[in-house]
């Protein structure tokens, strides 16, 4: 079931985003790419909550690739919820953002990403955010 929580450009939920893009250059040279966005909902009376164990079970986004073994290899991307969190953060890992997310967008969550994945010379938008299975409550 779809929900009004979705990732955007920027803190005040106006530019959803559905992929990230990410180039890097073959020869290493272009160093890490970080990247900020942000999880929220417009909807202000919305409540988020895992959908496994309402309450209970961690909201996590994780990383996916719609075209694994192709440019930007999502193990190697990192999430945190600062930038000065991104050195010590696993790449590959999820997210964990707590067990229940608010709606408004004053209650919108920065996701700092990093990608250091300078095997490629392209642009790659096949890898998207997801979060698990929720549930909105208004």
């Known amino acids: 079931m779809a929900t009004s929580l979705k990732f955007y450009a920027d803190a005040g939920l106006t530019e959803e985003i559905t992929e990230l893009t990410i180039a890097q250059l073959a020869d290493g040279s272009t160093g890490n790419i970080d990247k900020l966005v942000y999880l929220g909902s417009t ?45 010590a953060a696993t790449a590959g890992a999820p997210l964990s953002l707590g067990v229940e997310i608010d709606g408004g967008v004053a209650n919108a969550i920065p996701i700092y990403i990093r990608s250091d994945t300078p095997a490629i010379a392209a642009s790659d938008d096949s890898i998207t955010l997801e979060t698990n299975d929720i549930t909105e409550t208004l």
């Open 43 to 87: 909807t202000a009376s919305s409540v988020f909550n895992a959908t496994s164990d309402p309450g209970a079970d961690e909201i996590e986004v994780s990383i996916e690739d719609s075209s694994p073994g192709e440019g930007v290899v999502a193990s190697n991307i990192k999430l945190a919820l600062s930038s000065g969190a991104l050195t």
